[in-house]
């Protein structure tokens, strides 16, 4: 799990299964007994990474929180949230790129004049405000308490994962070799565009949308 730099994570919400079999959401306080932490290198430096083992940890249920339907639904509205995270990082992309593309100059004008540059940036721009309209469209959702929620989310979370890694890759052949090093920001972005992984895939999510159309187009 994610944890901010400097910051511990004092409860964890979790899926459990009961002396009955039945499955439900649980809250569980991670400084409790049975529960065991490690911290673990991952390859974004500004977002720490733990590993958590549950061995008899006392947990409290969520009142309602049973059965498959609920912890989708929290799939769900994690994947919006997320893809908010998302269009954020891109939109930094873009700005930094735009930024970097106006002051570089090469041939005696600034890169940004170059028309492979505006085609990359201008590309960037369209799948950030496709994102973004998405994204839009899952906080209506959870909003409303839609039953669109479910293609909402996926819709939010695909869309969200493509503008990511395209701005954030963009963002460094527009800067070229500099975008590689310490010395540029760049870097940091793509790796966290690559780590959009810890709710699942972009392939993963793909899946979850053509399924809730089926679903919702069903006669």
């Known amino acids: 799990m994610p944890v901010p730099d400097g910051e511990i994570a004092h409860f964890a919400v979790v899926a459990a299964r009961d002396e009955a079999d039945d499955i439900g959401v649980y809250v569980v306080e991670l400084s409790g007994k049975g529960v ?41 509205r994690a994947a919006i949230l997320t893809a908010f995270e998302q269009v954020g990082g891109a939109q930094a992309c873009l700005d930094m790129a735009k930024a970097y593309a106006v002051d570089r100059y090469a041939f005696g004008r600034p890169i940004a004049a170059f028309q492979a540059i505006k085609h990359k940036l201008a590309d960037v721009y369209v799948a950030i405000e496709l994102a973004r309209s998405n994204a839009y469209y899952g906080a209506w959702a959870i909003t409303a308490g839609a039953a669109e929620l479910p293609v909402a989310g996926a819709a939010a979370r695909v869309a969200a ?17 500099i975008g590689f090093t310490w010395e540029a920001d760049c870097h940091f972005y793509y790796r966290r565009s690559i780590l959009a992984v ?14 809730a159309l089926e679903r919702r187009n069903a006669p």
């Open 36 to 76: 065991a932490r490690t911290r673990l290198k991952g390859i974004d430096p500004a977002r720490n990474q733990a590993k958590i083992v549950f061995d008899g940890a006392p947990a409290e249920r969520l009142e309602g929180a049973r059965g498959y339907a609920i912890i989708d639904e929290l799939i769900d």
């Open 161 to 177: 994962t493509d503008a990511f890694h395209l701005a954030s890759k963009e963002n460094i052949q527009t800067h070229g070799g």
């Open 198 to 211: 810890s709710i699942g895939s972009a392939p993963y999510w793909k899946d979850r949308l053509i399924a």
